[in-house]
């Protein structure tokens, strides 16, 4: 049996999944047990309802900053 | 052994083709790209670089991709707590490439693992790779899906028919760049513009009316702008807003999200040029008359 993780996976690398309707993709997850959670996020196309199941994390966005290490290196320090 | 040579081995082997053993003593480094969407854009030589590696050090935005990586490979090593609020980030880049560097040292196979392109705004990656090759380590790097592969797609925008400029936003406030209106402006990192501490990870509406006044410069301030963030989750939908110039300042921005400003200017015709490249035309067409 697929679990979340899985699915989303499936869900990715399928063309018919991908860009399926939000009522197609919500019937196909339904049929395979998916989580409530996966559920809610497909529906609403919002991904924090996923903190249900997968905890909220606070996820940084690696390599935000260049410029100083652009033209000259330590022009702030 | 000639490359020629090992393909007709391989043919004679029939497929699937067994990969020549490696040196286990030698440690290596590949730098891999996640791409920015979980399922769909991991390539299938990069999945390949994870599933052998040793050790996977991992620089990732989304925590549920984090765990899908954690599926490819028994031994993958988070980059995230390096990041601290307060701490500069320039500190937290420098210990990534200690990190991976450690471990090919010890003769490990390593895979830096960051999320789109692997390349782009990223200074350790093109760093350990500078360094590993320096100390006699085979290293190398393999494209991604980044954002700006997305932004492309989503937008429907094709750098190729005006031109396209790219600046961390930054850029635009602590160096004298000259932008072009008559092309796209794409400025990444407008959520933390004009940050000098490298030590914060968000600034305030005030900073970003900085980024507006250096802009209006070139754009008029009821210009059309677009923010943009890609997909990471296959259920999410691109989020694109678009409002005017002026409203940077009072709209949330957050780090992921990425701002374009369309063409305010039509290109003008370089006529002088024009008139070079016509005067060769006639040249040439004489010289292969004559």
Redesign the interface.
Known sequence: MLDT?DM??????DAS??YASTVE?TTVLEQAKASDA?TA??IT???SH?AQE????R?????????????DQT??S | MLLSQNFAYYHKMNTPLVAPPKDTRQGSLAVVGMGMTLGSHLTPLSRSHIEQADVIFAGLSDNIVEQWLQRMNADVRSLQPYYKEGKSRRKTYEEWVDLMMTEVRAGKRVCGVFYGHPGIFAWSPHKVIEVARAEGFQAHMEPGISAEDCLYADLGIDPGTVGCQHFEAGQILFYERRIDPSGYLVLWQVGLVGDRSLARFTTSGAYRQVLVDVLSKDYPLDHEIILYRAVTLPIQKPRIRRIALRDLPFVDVPTEETVILPPAATLKPNHEIRERLAALDKLEKEASVA
């Not at chain 1, 989303?8 to 690398?13: D, F, P, Q, R």
């Open positions: 993780i989303l996976e499936a869900i990715g690398s999944l991908r993709l996966l996020a497909a196309g919002d991904a996923l997968f905890g909220s994390r996820m940084y966005d690696p390599q935000a900053t260049q410029s100083f290490f652009s033209a022009p702030f």
